[in-house]
């Protein structure tokens, strides 16, 4: 369920019958058609486990299921909005940013600690995100949000990308990430984020960046 971009903060999907689609509640801007919007308890095709996951972090975004047949319209709070496009591999990125995305994606919530170990949990701290980071696999498109518009990155074996935490908005591919800081762990303690520490992606796919350093 491909997106049309409309402009760089507004995105286009086709709603067919018989294919659902899901999207951040109060996304939809506008829609024509035979469209329907019905609050997601379970948090998509993650089920139970990926909502109390995303709980656990507290990274519970609402979710709407989108069904019918017709166009919709989908922007939020004026942020600039990056489609990606998967052909069977996986996107991690954080709850708070998926604007909508097709509902043939496979859901998911996996725990940043299990890449990078501990660090993976010390960026977690650093950096405001949760702990778990949403995944989503399959083949079909994800429209996502991001401050001040969105560069991918390719990432390549011997090759990897250091990304300023705040900045980071998605990756996907075979890639593992890790915090790394020229700072003892004394001098880590009360400090926030920012160039002392950067986020060190490496292996083969790609990451996402954002042209500022604020949140969502």
Same mark, same amino acid.
């Given at each position: 369920?491909? $997106?049309? !971009? ?5 995105? !286009?999907?086709?709603?067919?019958? %018989? *294919? ?12 024509? #058609? ?7 308890? *379970?948090?998509?095709? &993650? ?5 109390? %996951? ?13 069904? /019918?047949? #017709? ?6 709070? /004026?942020?600039? +909005? *990056?489609? +990606? ?17 097709? /509902? ?6 996996? $725990? ?12 977690g701290q650093v ?10 696999? %399959?083949? %079909? ?6 401050? &001040? ?19 980071? @908005?998605?990756?996907? &591919?075979? @890639? ?20 002392? $520490? *950067? ?5 083969? /796919? ?11």
């Amino acid at each position: 369920m491909p $997106f049309r !971009e409309i402009n760089s903060k507004m995105v !286009e999907a086709t709603v067919v019958p %018989g *294919q659902k689609m899901y999207s951040q509640r109060g996304a939809m801007l506008a829609y024509r #058609g035979e469209v329907s919007f019905t609050p997601n308890i *379970q948090g998509g095709q &993650g089920g139970v486990m990926s909502m109390i %996951g995303r709980r656990v972090a507290n990274e519970a975004t609402p979710l709407m299921t989108v069904e /019918g047949n #017709g166009t919709v319209m989908f922007g939020h709070g /004026g942020h600039h +909005i *990056q489609v +990606i496009n998967l052909a069977g591999d996986t996107l991690y990125v954080e709850a708070d940013r998926l604007l909508a995305f097709d /509902g043939a994606l496979q859901q998911g919530t996996m $725990f940043m600690g299990s890449q990078g170990g501990v660090m993976g949990m010390v960026r977690g701290q650093v950096t405001g995100q949760g702990l778990f980071t949403t995944t989503l696999k %399959g083949h %079909g498109a994800v429209a996502v949000m991001a401050h &001040g518009g969105v560069i991918e990155l390719p990432i390549t074996p011997g090759r990897e990308v250091h990304v300023d935490p705040q900045a980071y @908005v998605a990756h996907h &591919g075979d @890639v593992r990430n890790k915090l790394s800081t020229a700072l003892g762990w004394r001098d880590m303690v009360g400090r926030g984020s920012g160039e002392a $520490f *950067q986020l060190e992606l490496s292996g083969s /796919g790609a990451v996402y960046v954002q042209a500022s350093e604020e949140k969502l």
